[in-house]
């Protein structure tokens, strides 16, 4: 069974970067690129899960408007992790973030999520 556990959220200031993980077990070492996609989703309460970022697995990336240029997911395939580099943060880009991946068949795996906060 595939997990995805999220890591690296917390407090930042305006203008600071965290970095988030998301490390994959359960499947076999090195693979996580054999993901259809994997991407990061964010979601505040009260309001819908939104896309933040997602690569594909050819290597191909897209983002939200909101965090173009600030914001960098990338994977390292050895390690069986997903990443997700925030710079320049905003106060808007408090929420909690989820890892998603989804398989070659079309399911769904999420992790548990992870919060982070920007203050002024």
């Known amino acids: 069974q595939v997990q995805l556990v999220e890591s690296g959220g917390g407090l930042v200031q305006a203008g600071g970067s965290l970095r988030l993980s998301c490390a994959a077990s359960?499947?076999?070492?090195?693979?996580?690129?054999?993901?259809?996609?994997m991407g990061w989703y964010r979601q505040v309460p009260g309001k819908q899960r939104e896309l933040v970022a997602v690569i594909t697995r050819l290597g191909s990336t897209n983002y939200a408007d909101s965090v173009k240029g600030r914001f960098t997911i990338f994977r390292d395939n050895a390690a069986d992790t997903l990443y997700l580099q925030m710079n320049s943060m905003k106060p808007e880009d408090t929420s909690f973030y989820y890892c998603?991946?989804?398989?070659?068949?079309?399911?769904?795996?999420w992790g548990q999520g992870t919060q982070v906060t920007v203050s002024l």
């Open positions: 998603n991946a989804i398989t070659q068949t079309n399911v769904h795996y």
């Open positions: 359960g499947i076999t070492s090195g693979f996580i690129f054999r993901f259809n996609s």
